[in-house]
């Protein structure tokens, strides 16, 4: 197989992976705090000893790790904020707001390096916004969701924070060192976030005692996404070209929809249908244009 099959390969396998992220979430039936802390303990262990193996080739600087581990505390805020909205939305259209993400990035990099996105970006946050709002359902009947404003807001709410983490996770990797290196540090800094989440607002609760199977849905959670999927996406995409990158952006939260309405009779009112279809779009119209590439080095639709 070529290299460009090998890296395709590695890319289909690890969004095929991350796809399951929240499906592993509903099945192990656990808080949001108790999820996320659990996902980063359980990979923890596993990163790091894959690090040791690559640990001379990371030749990032200590304030660059010091970032990367910042960045785990706002990942931490997404996990906890995108688990809580699978809870009242399901696993795919919670997944399909976090990708919202994009947007998030794309008009974050212009307002703090002066990366500025191009018309057809500007024009897709609109249409985003409109299909955010459709997600809702607007209040009629047959949508969604035990609480679908609350779930998209939470869901949002998670592409916030998901996108900050982003942003910093791509800046203490400028260096483009081994992916494990800077994962291990995030995952680090999102397990102290989610605990302290845990401590802080009382409400959240952690479980620290979560009973079978769901603590093997929550390995499963650990192993799949934040060390098979997460290293396989950080190797793949920078070896790839654009088009295939933002294939894979898209693939993500669809599979991930597909997944919830077949294990978990999913049904969308044609609203929020309506909804998924302008969040898709314009997820489509920044991840397509030109300048994408240049925030096509890290995952940016990894969960």
Known sequence: MSAYGRNLAAALFGASAISFSAIHVRFAGVTPVTAAVFRSAYALPLLWVAWLVVRRRDRRSPRARLVAFGSGLALAADLVAWHASIDWIGAGLATLLA???????????????????????????PVVLAGVALVTGLGRAGAFGDRPVLGVVL????????????????????????????LLDATAGALVGSLLAGVLVPALAFDPRPAWPSHGWLLGLA???????????????????????????????????????????????LVQAAGVVLVLAGIAAVVTERHAPRLARIPRGGR
């Open 223 to 269: 192993i799949g996404t934040q060390v098979v999927g997460w290293l396989l996406i950080g190797y793949a995409l920078p070896r790839l070209p654009a088009r295939e990158t933002s294939f894979l952006i898209l693939l993500q939260p669809v599979l991930t929809m597909v997944w919830g309405g077949l294990l978990f009779s999913e049904r969308v009112s």
């Open 99 to 125: 990708n919202v993400q994009v947007v998030v990035v794309t008009l974050a990099a212009w307002a703090l390096f002066g990366e500025r996105p191009s018309r057809r970006s500007l024009v897709a946050l």
């Open 155 to 182: 869901g949002v709410t998670a592409a916030v924070f998901y996108g900050m983490f982003l942003l910093a996770y791509r800046h203490s990797n400028r260096s483009l060192a081994p992916a494990v290196g800077p």
